[in-house]
């Protein structure tokens, strides 16, 4: 997988976050061999949005958050699930967009028949709503409508169950 400025990438732990830059071969440094010996290795530059840090440790917390090794790199990417210059591209059902969750993503093309038959000129989610045989527009959004995204997976750990305190 190449990883190039403007992506959006989706990691397998749900972290979401965009490549601000990446520099191939940046620098030279050294990596902790075993507790007497170190290593030269080729450094990349890596800078994401978003919680930079926190993703990187989820994925091995001794790679260092901006400069890791081609072999710190192909680990990282190792656990990039999608890619893309558009978000849309990388949500997935159960996610949360603008605060309502993804029921549904329809690709360009797909159609939808109920009271009225939509044909999706474009890539869009559903979220939740009530009224089955018809969708409202506002619970349709296409890509440039995102504002704000939760996965699946940060609100399964974020979650406090009831009853599990006993």
């Given at each position: 997988m190449k990883l190039e400025v403007g992506m959006y990438i989706r990691t397998d732990k749900g972290f979401i976050a965009k490549?601000?830059?990446f520099k191939h071969h940046y620098t030279k440094g050294t990596r902790l061999v075993d507790d007497y010996s170190v290593k030269e290795v080729v450094e990349n530059?890596?800078?994401l949005d978003g919680n930079q840090c926190r993703l990187i440790e989820s994925i091995d917390y001794s790679i260092p958050p901006c400069y890791p090794s081609d072999e710190e790199l192909d680990e990282i990417k190792s656990h990039i699930l999608k890619a893309s210059y558009n978000i849309i591209d990388i949500l997935e059902e159960?996610?949360?967009v603008n605060g309502i969750e993804i029921i549904k993503i329809y690709e360009?093309?797909?159609?939808?028949?109920?009271?009225?038959?939509?044909i999706f000129k474009e890539k869009t989610i559903e979220v939740c709503n009530d009224n089955y045989e018809t969708i409202p527009?506002?619970?349709?959004?296409i890509n440039n409508?995102?504002?704000?995204?939760?996965?699946k997976e940060?609100?399964?750990?974020?979650?406090?169950?009831?009853g599990d305190d006993k």
């Open positions: 490549v601000k830059e530059y890596l800078s159960g996610d949360y360009k093309g797909d159609s939808f028949t109920g009271n009225h038959n939509y527009h506002e619970a349709l959004f409508e995102i504002e704000t995204i939760v996965t940060q609100f399964e750990q974020m979650v406090y169950k009831v």
